[in-house]
């Protein structure tokens, strides 16, 4: 499967212009940030959206997410509330992360979109790589597609400037933030 199969009509049997919705019980967008110098640090966010509106051609594409940032999970409550503090993620001001694609380019499977990217009310470009899993029709009759991506981003950019000096020497947290998304979308009719 070729994304530009899902991009344009002429290359996929399945494809349809149109508006893809998120399906939230089959995404995840997830995070992971270096701990201590030693290990990382993983979490996600439980609630957000993605849309994504297909025209006749790629260059028509256009993908945007919003993200519920004091939805994070980390597994440990003491630390997602502090990630919702002022420290990190200001939530009580920026309860909304947000991502809007500039360009959609296109390689065989895989694709790279570049987009701004807005947290704690600061935006910034970014670039997300990823690839297509698929296009296929479930058992309900829903057209469905299929795509991850990745972006690395440097939380200091975004304002996100807690850190905490080590014994040892070195910092507590790294300034390179890797986000995940797994998505899954529903072309509504």
Do not use: C
């Not at 212009?17 to 967008?29: A, E, F, N, Q, V």
């Not at 850190?163 to 979308?185: H, K, M, P, R, Y």
């Amino acid at each position: 499967m070729r994304l530009h199969g899902f991009m344009t009509t002429q290359t996929h049997p399945s494809f349809a212009t149109g508006t893809w919705k998120l399906d939230p019980t089959h995404s995840t967008i997830d995070f992971s940030v270096r701990h201590l110098a030693i290990s990382k640090v993983r979490g996600s966010f439980e609630t957000f959206d993605v849309t994504v509106v297909a025209g006749e051609t790629p260059a028509d594409l256009s993908i945007e997410a919003s993200i519920d940032v004091a939805s994070v999970n980390t597994n440990q409550a003491q630390r997602d509330e502090h990630l919702r503090t002022s420290d990190f993620f200001l939530v009580e001001e920026h309860p909304t992360a947000t991502f809007r694609s500039t360009s959609v380019e296109l390689d065989g499977d895989d694709f790279t979109a570049q987009g701004d990217l807005t947290l704690r009310g600061v935006t910034k470009p970014v670039t997300l790589k990823g690839e297509l899993g698929g296009v296929v029709v479930d058992g309900y009759g829903q057209t469905k597609a299929g795509f991850e991506a990745k972006t690395v981003i440097n939380r200091t950019d975004f304002g996100v400037n807690w850190n905490a000096a080590l014994e040892a020497g070195g910092l507590t947290l790294g300034d390179d933030v890797t986000l995940s998304f797994e998505i899954q979308l529903v072309l509504q009719k």
